[in-house]
T-cell receptor, first 118, second 118 residues
Framework: KAGVTQTPRYLIKTRGQQVTLSCSPI?????VSWYQQTPGQGLQFLFE???????NKGNFPGRFSGRQFSNSRSEMNVSTLELGDSALYLC?????????????????FGPGTRLTVL | GDSVTQMEGPVTLSEEAFLTINCTYT??????LFWYVQYPGEGLQLLLK?????DKGSNKGFEATYRKETTSFHLEKGSVQVSDSAVYFC?????????????????FGQGTILTVHP
């Protein structure tokens, strides 16, 4: 099976702009999670989508948003970019089973999108 | 809330040395535990996992045992290679809550940089 793919791999934006990142999960996986990785804060959870619905959200401002399409592909959007948004953005997919909340599904990560805000 | 603490790094070893990277956690439920590895310029790769107490995860010579009594999941390898040089992350997933507050969320330690010299 093909792995998780993310596009683009690199982005350079200026403050105030907005950006959209894309993630295609492993075939058959219905859950997509997004993370921000920075040297100072490490890996932080942004949000998770399952069957086009956001099920969980981390502690990030409303400038960070996402969505998921019927084919499970997901996008995240950051509006009004700030210098501090420069980071590696990682998405991960897992199979997940909506009705069995006690099941833990392994997450598989994509290569990430490196966002630089100037 | 959930948290993961890894030993302070970086760790520098000679080839064929024994490796231990300590990881301890706090969680409100019954977490699954993971070790991920990140090579330069890449995303995270799953190294191994354990889903319940006393489980041992293993892969590529690496091992870790889920110790509920000490809330630990230390990573070990008997003989490291130069190719093992990377950043290692301990993580937990606490999806036992039917309330859904943990869906799709991995909580990560701060990462440990491992450098192996020939």
């Amino acid at each position: 099976k093909a792995g998780v793919t993310q596009t683009p791999r690199y982005l350079i934006k200026t403050r105030g702009q907005q950006v959209t990142l894309s993630c295609s999960p492993i075939s058959g996986h219905r859950s997509v999670s997004w993370y921000q990785q920075t040297p100072g804060q490490g890996l932080q959870f942004l949000f998770e989508y399952f069957s086009e619905t956001q099920r969980n959200k981390g502690n990030f401002p409303g400038r960070f948003s996402g969505r998921q399409f019927s084919n499970s592909r997901s996008e995240m959007n950051v509006s009004t970019l700030e210098l501090g948004d420069s980071a590696l953005y990682l998405c991960a997919s897992s199979y997940s089973r909506k009705t069995l909340a006690t099941i833990t599904d392994t997450q598989y990560f994509g290569p990430g999108t490196r966002l630089t805000v100037l | 809330g959930d948290s993961v603490t890894q030993m302070e790094g970086p760790v520098t070893l000679s080839e064929e040395a024994f490796l231990t990277i300590n990881c301890t956690y706090t969680a409100t439920g019954y977490p699954s535990l993971f070790w991920y590895v990140q090579y330069p310029g890449e995303g995270l790769q799953l190294l191994l996992k354990a889903t319940k107490a006393d489980d041992k995860g293993s892969n590529k010579g690496f091992e870790a045992t889920y110790r509920k009594e000490t809330t630990s999941f230390h990573l070990e390898k008997g003989s490291v290679q130069v190719s093992d040089s990377a950043v290692y992350f301990c993580a937990l997933s606490d999806q036992a809550n039917a309330g859904g507050t943990s869906y799709g969320k991995l909580t990560f330690g701060q990462g440990t940089i491992l450098t192996v010299h020939p």
